[in-house]
Every structure is written in C-alpha cells, then in structure tokens.
C-alpha cells in the first residue's frame, strides 16, 4: 500500500506538465552561479520582469511591452511590431533550449530596457520565473 | 536541323524558366536569361534570414550598397542598431556580413538593385533604405496618412506592410496592398 502511495507520487511528479529545467537552462544556472550569484527566485523574477523604466525616447517600457502580459500568447516588437512566439515554454516548446540564444537576447535586451547588461542573479531569477510558465 | 533548332529552343526556354536563381550569379546566363533581374534576389542564407529577421523584415542585401552593409554590420554600429542593440557573437555577424557584402546592390543584375547602386555611387553611404534616392522617387507620391498616418504601415521602413511578396524580393506595384485603403483609393 505505502509502495503504491509512493509510485502514484513519483508518476504525478513526473506527468507535471511544468517544464522546471532543460539542459540549456540546467547549464545557465551552474554558469550564473559560478560567476557569485546565489539562489534564484522566480518571485523576484517577476517583480523585475514587470518593473517599469524609462527607455531612451521617455517612454516607460518592461520586458512584457514586447512579450506582452500573457506569456503564453505571442508579443510584438514595440518598433517594429514583428511577432515574437511566446515566452511560455508551455506554449512554445523551442523556448529555453539553446544557452547561446538565451545569453544573446538577455545581452540586448537587458540593454534595450535598463540601459545596462543583467548581473547573473538577475539572469537566473528571470529564467526561473519563466520557466514557471 | 530540326532536331538542333529544336534543342537550341529548349535550352532558351529552360534558361528562361529558371530565370531568377540563375540570374544572379554569372553574366553569361544573366545576358541569355529574358524572365530575369527585374526583382530583388530573395534572400537565401539561412543565419541572414533568422538574425536580422527575428526582429524586422529581413531587408535583401540588394536593396543597399556594399559600403552601406559595411556601416551598418559592423560590431560597434550594431550594439546601437537604429536605437536597440542587435549585438551579435563575432561569428555570427561575419556570416551575415559576408553574406551582405556578396549580395550587394552593386554585385547585383537585378534592375531594381542596379538603380539603388547607381543612386547611392557618389556620396556618404545611407544607413536606411529610405534614404535612397531611387526608393524615395517610387514613394513620393504617397501621401502621408497612408504610410505615417495609417496605423498598420507608419513609416515607409516595414516594407512587407504593403509589399506584399516583400518576402520574396517582389516590390513590383501590382503587389502592394496598402491596408485600410483597400482598391487602391488613391485619393
């Protein structure tokens, strides 16, 4: 009976659908850790993302006025409008697999809305809050 | 005889039907190619297409000069790209300006690159495209609530906002289809 408790756990752990971690991600934190960042919070991650800051033409921008404020729909490039798929690996299965792409775009676009690249905690907290979704 | 005669015609017509893919390449098969070189060469590189791509239309390298390119993909000039920084790793970036430089408007035989070369020969390199005094003359006859006032095409930079086979180097008039001013009210 205990063992058949345990069996139904281990199978609903297994079957959830989240997606926590994928090797790119497993990757990036060891990185992120290595260069002095500690634990990483989705929480915090949340608050940052959402933060609003003044860009360059005074207009108040976030991560979410491209990635808009469902992460599993689709956002538009404030300029451009150009498409860009969901944030949400729930939705979109490509998202978080590949270490390079990730760095890149975090690299532009921590530029593009704070003026400044992202420290590793930052990277991480906001990798575990998207990887949340 | 005949049969020669025969074959001559259809080496034309093959030449002919395959037109633009050869078109770009080699002055012989361009000079005997009749279907040819009045459109933009559709971009064919892979690393091109999705870098510059992700974030707008991935502008053909025929539509600017070399020395264009050269500006505007250079590692500095792309940590600020028009305001946004598109830095790329070093290898990245010497693909697609490889790519860039190769395709050229001035390496091109397509008509419509032929114009923007020779518009952009003398003087500083543009860094838009709107900038070229080829692609300003086609446009100037627009008026302005149809481009900056019309809120589905705002500037004349989102090509594929009207041009509808932009994608595949089309900028031919019969293929624009400027939204919200349907049957081409020109008024």
Redesign the interface.
């Known amino acids: 009976m205990k063992f058949h408790k345990i069996l139904m756990t281990v199978c609903l752990l297994l079957a959830a659908p989240v997606a926590l971690a994928t090797p790119a991600t497993d990757e990036l934190f060891a990185r992120y850790k290595s260069e002095g960042a500690a634990g990483f919070d989705a929480e915090r991650g949340s608050k940052s993302w959402n933060k609003e800051t003044k860009g360059?033409?005074g207009e108040m921008m976030s991560c979410s006025t491209c990635h808009g404020k469902d992460l599993s729909k689709e956002g538009h490039?404030h300029?451009?409008?150009?498409l860009i798929q969901p944030m949400a690996p729930s939705a979109n299965k490509e998202r978080f697999t590949d270490a390079?792409k990730i760095e890149?775009w975090f690299?532009?676009?921590c530029?593009?809305v704070l003026a400044r690249e992202c420290t590793a905690q930052e990277k991480g907290d906001f990798l575990k809050f998207l990887l949340s979704k | 005889m005949h049969t020669k005669f025969k074959a001559a015609l259809l080496a034309v017509a093959l030449l002919m039907s395959s037109g633009s893919a050869l078109a770009d390449g080699n002055f012989w098969l361009w000079l005997v190619n009749f279907s040819r070189q009045k459109e933009v060469k559709a971009v064919d590189n892979k690393t091109y297409q999705e870098e510059c791509g992700s974030c707008h239309f991935a502008y053909q390298p025929g539509l600017l000069p070399g020395k264009s390119w050269a500006k505007l993909l250079d590692e500095k000039a792309l940590a600020d790209h028009f305001g946004e920084d598109a830095s790329l790793d070093k290898d990245t970036l010497k693909t697609i300006y490889d790519y860039a430089m190769e395709n050229a408007a001035e390496k091109s035989y397509s008509k419509r690159s032929r114009k923007i070369a020779l518009a952009t020969e003398d003087g500083d390199a543009p860094l838009r495209i709107t900038e070229v005094r080829y692609i300003k003359r086609k446009h100037h006859e627009i008026p302005e609530k149809m481009v900056k006032g019309n809120k589905d095409v705002k500037s004349l930079s989102y090509c594929n906002a009207c041009h509808t086979k932009a994608e595949e180097g089309i900028f031919d008039e019969d293929t624009v289809d400027i939204p919200n001013f349907p049957h081409r009210d020109h008024d």
């Open positions: 360059e033409d490039h300029k451009t409008n150009k390079k890149k690299k532009r676009n530029n593009d």
